[in-house]
Each structure stands twice: as C-alpha cells, then as structure tokens.
C-alpha cells in the first residue's frame, strides 16, 4: 500500500469519524482545540470547527443522531 496524500489537521490527533456516506472525515485536532473536516475524494479541507478539547467526541450513534 503506498502513500497517496498527507495531511496536517493539527497537533495530537487523537480520534476521526468518518460520515455515513464516506464523503468526508472528521479529524478532532486536541492541541488545536478544534474539529477538521476534511474532503475524501479530493483531500481537501472543508471546514474547521473550534471545539475546547476535543477527545472522545466521536461515537457511531451520536453521529447517527446528528446526520452526518
């Protein structure tokens, strides 16, 4: 398997839930106190959510509830 992209979402990455869909994963970035979002398919940032801490955020039926 090679190395296709890499990325840098932030400092101690620690966790990432991918949604339903598989078109984007998020990233919790603990030491940047924020949330990446990031584009599947073209490795692209989508979007950077602030978020004190963010460790352990995600788990399967939460993400479920919130429709991602």
Same mark, same amino acid.
């Given at each position: 398997? @090679?190395?296709?992209? #890499? ?10 839930? &991918? #949604? $339903? %869909? ?5 990233? %919790?970035?603990? !030491? !940047? ?5 990031? !584009? #599947? ?8 959510? $602030?978020?004190? @801490?963010?460790?352990?955020?995600? &788990? #399967?039926?939460? $993400? ?5």
């Amino acid at each position: 398997m @090679d190395v296709v992209k #890499t990325l840098e979402p932030g400092r101690t990455v620690l966790h990432m839930e &991918f #949604t $339903a %869909s598989g078109n984007e994963v998020w990233i %919790s970035a603990r !030491d !940047d106190h924020r949330v990446v979002v990031y !584009d #599947t398919h073209r490795f692209e940032q989508r979007a950077h959510i $602030a978020a004190r @801490d963010p460790s352990g955020i995600f &788990f #399967t039926w939460r $993400a479920a509830r919130m429709g991602l």
